[in-house]
């Protein structure tokens, strides 16, 4: 079992940043690979990006390539969202998942691979 719990949202002004933290509990943790996903209002919630259980591989959505980054440090049990150049359309609740995707048919860009989620943490961007 994996309780995870994400910080670190705010209000900001677009071109601004954030880093959104994810702290999970258990000790597991290092085994899981990562994901972080987002829900804006009236949308259905999608991929932002994701890390192997050993920080080995990343992955991104196209429309946050270059401006994000995630990372993890399992001595802490956190993962980490580092996000600059906000833009108005990042505005969404960003959630972070956890999920065994070794062996998994689903790739870590869908939401079927991860069996844990946290509730969520709320990036506003203002222009």
């Known amino acids: 079992q994996v309780h995870l719990v994400e910080s670190g949202g705010g209000s900001v002004r677009a071109g601004g940043s954030l880093r959104l933290t994810c702290e999970a509990s258990g000790r597991t943790f290092s085994t899981y690979d990562m994901g972080w996903f987002r829900q804006a209002p009236g949308k259905e919630r999608e991929f932002v990006a994701h890390?192997?259980?050993?920080?080995?591989?990343?992955s991104y959505a196209a429309s946050v390539e270059g401006r994000c980054t995630i990372s993890r440090d399992n001595a802490k049990n956190t993962v980490y969202l580092q996000m600059n150049s906000l833009k108005t359309e990042d505005t969404a609740v960003y959630y972070c998942?956890?999920?065994?995707?070794?062996?998994?048919?689903?790739?870590?860009?869908?939401?079927?691979?991860?069996?844990?989620w946290g509730q969520g943490t709320q990036v506003t961007v203002s222009s």
């Open positions: 890390i192997s259980w050993n920080a080995g591989v990343t």
């Open positions: 998942a956890a999920g065994d995707l070794s062996g998994s048919d689903y790739p870590p860009s869908t939401f079927n691979g991860y069996d844990y």
